[in-house]
């Protein structure tokens, strides 16, 4: 029933910008809290952002200020604008509904130094 679609990475310069989405359906991101996750070869998939139904956000440490997630509720949508990447930002990027033990395909993020 639920299908969350992650779109809109690709290869950027180091310093450059991102906008990811999320596609989703037999969901409703206004009434869930969502998150966008990252993995890196060789590293644990890690949290790198949230935002909670009721509209609050939290993110990782090393994204905070450059990160920003957000949502579309009619177009049922959450983003993920990225600022300022770093090489060390190259992972798979992926999005799920909080607590939820299965993960799509993702988007490749890479970023040239």
């Known amino acids: 029933q639920v299908q969350l679609e992650e779109s809109g990475g690709g290869l950027v310069q180091s310093g450059g910008s991102l906008r990811l989405s999320c596609a989703a359906s037999?969901?409703?991101?206004?009434?869930?809290?969502m998150g966008w996750y990252r993995q890196a070869p060789g590293k644990q998939r890690e949290l790198v952002a949230g935002?909670?139904?009721?509209?609050?956000?939290n993110y990782a440490d090393s994204v905070k200020g450059r990160f920003t997630i957000s949502r579309d509720n009619a177009k049922n949508t959450v983003y993920l604008l990225m600022n300022s990447l770093k090489p060390e930002g190259t992972a798979v990027y992926y999005c799920?509904?909080?607590?939820?033990?299965?993960w799509g395909q993702g988007t490749q993020v890479t970023v040239s130094s």
């Open positions: 799920n509904q909080w607590g939820r033990n299965v």
């Open positions: 037999g969901i409703r991101v206004s009434i869930n809290s």
């Open positions: 935002i909670r139904s009721g509209g609050t956000t």
